[in-house]
Each structure stands twice: as structure tokens, then as C-alpha cells.
């Protein structure tokens, strides 16, 4: 089984909605780290949280990490149509390096 | 642009041909990484390259075959690939291998057929 398991596997909403990922995880990791892709292209880093940090913000963009639960969520409040796409958790394990592990992403679609 | 280039955006090959992937960055990182895309599953790391050194080989078949002639430009060379092969093969960077941060190209999509 994989280190990081996005849910739900796709979201739809209406642009103006929010919209919350969630990511599972299962060893202990340096830092959490979510990544957009629009189809077919490259992935694009969001943001990076520490293991020793619970609430980050960037923008509309905002990630929570539960180190106790091994969770993370990333919300993207008042979404537009421009926000569809796949959003995917990459985790660190602790103790390696050059190892980013990814889930497998939620598919969010937003509608006008 | 992200500053990572991957060419050809994308390429059809037979099973028998031999065709070769490129990855250049121009942001001055030392690790560069091939990751595979496939429909329904997470990607796949397949090669890290750290000051050109290859550090992480993650069983990946012989029929891929990676090179860092300098640490702003990666290969995959492939031949002999079977339909299975067809995906999207990302390149990545970043500063070092403290995972802060990945760059990514937009890919390349395979086919093989």
C-alpha cells in the first residue's frame, strides 16, 4: 500500500464553493507537500509544510497537517473555474532523501 | 515556462525502435529525477540523479536507461519498450535531495505501440 492516499479520488463544485482534499500517510515524514497538475502538464508545488508546523496559508490556499492522525488537508476557499484540476500529497519519509512520494491525487471540477 | 524543459512533448514509438527522452533546467538545482505517470496510479519514481551521481534506481526495468551527462541536462533512453511503457514521463528538479520542493517539466507522452 502507497505512503499517501488522497480523498476523495474527485470532487465537483460550483466556482464560489470551497473545496477541501484530504491526505492520509503512514510513517513518519519530515514534511507534507501539495502539488497541482492541469491535465497533461507537469505537476506545480503549492506548498510545503513542516512536520513540526500544524496550519499553513498561501493565498486562497490553506493545509492543515495532523502529525498524530497522519493527515493533512489542503482547502482552496472562493474556487474559480481556473482552479480545475488534480491535486496530489507528496510525502518525505523521515530519514530519506531524493524520495518524494505521491498519491495518487483528487480530481477537483469546477464548475462555472 | 517552469524552468525545466522536457522534449518531445510527445512521441510514438514502435517496440522494437530506440528513442531517447531530454530533460534540461535552467535554475542551477543538482537533482534532477524521471517519475511515470500512469492512468489510475500514483507516480513512479524511477531515477534520481544528485551533482550527476545517480542515487536511486528504483528496480526499474534495463529497457530504460538514464543519463546526467552535467546537472542541467537528464536523459531516458529508451528501447525495445513494451505497450505497457505508455505513460506520461515527468522530469523534475530541485535544489538538492532535501525533497524542499520539486520543479517539474510538462512531460512527455509515450505510446508504444
Known amino acids: 500500500s502507497q505512503q499517501g492516499e488522497e480523498d476523495p479520488q474527485a470532487l465537483s463544485i460550483q466556482e464560489g464553493e470551497n473545496a477541501t482534499m484530504n491526505c492520509s500517510y503512514k510513517t513518519s515524514i519530515n514534511n507534507l507537500q501539495w502539488y497541482r497538475q492541469n491535465s497533461g502538464r507537469g505537476l506545480v508545488h503549492l506548498i510545503l509544510?513542516?512536520?513540526?508546523?500544524r496550519e499553513k496559508h498561501s493565498g486562497r490556499l490553506r493545509v492543515t497537517l495532523d502529525t498524530s492522525k497522519k493527515s493533512s488537508s489542503l482547502l482552496i476557499t472562493a474556487s474559480r473555474a481556473a482552479d480545475t484540476a488534480s491535486y496530489f500529497c507528496?510525502?518525505?519519509?523521515?530519514?530519506?532523501?531524493?524520495?518524494?512520494?505521491f498519491g495518487k491525487g483528487t480530481k477537483l471540477s469546477v464548475k462555472p | 515556462e517552469t524552468g525545466v524543459t522536457q522534449t518531445p512533448r510527445h512521441l510514438v514509438m514502435g517496440m522494437t525502435n530506440k528513442k531517447s527522452l531530454k530533460c534540461e533546467q535552467h535554475?542551477?538545482?543538482?537533482?534532477m529525477y524521471w517519475y511515470k505517470q500512469s492512468a489510475k496510479k500514483p507516480l513512479e519514481l524511477m531515477f534520481v540523479y544528485s551533482l550527476e551521481e545517480r542515487v536511486e534506481n528504483n528496480s526499474v526495468p534495463s529497457r530504460f536507461s538514464p543519463e546526467c551527462p552535467n546537472s542541467s541536462h537528464l536523459f531516458l533512453h529508451l528501447h525495445t519498450l513494451q505497450p505497457e511503457d505508455s505513460a506520461l514521463y515527468l522530469c523534475?528538479?530541485?535544489?538538492?535531495?532535501?525533497?524542499?520542493?520539486?520543479?517539474f517539466g510538462s512531460g512527455t507522452r509515450l505510446t508504444v505501440v
Open positions: 509544510i513542516r512536520s513540526n508546523e
Open positions: 535554475l542551477g538545482h543538482n537533482a
Open positions: 507528496a510525502t518525505d519519509l523521515r530519514g530519506s532523501q531524493g524520495n518524494l512520494i
Open positions: 523534475a528538479s530541485s535544489q538538492d535531495l532535501s525533497n524542499y520542493g520539486y520543479t
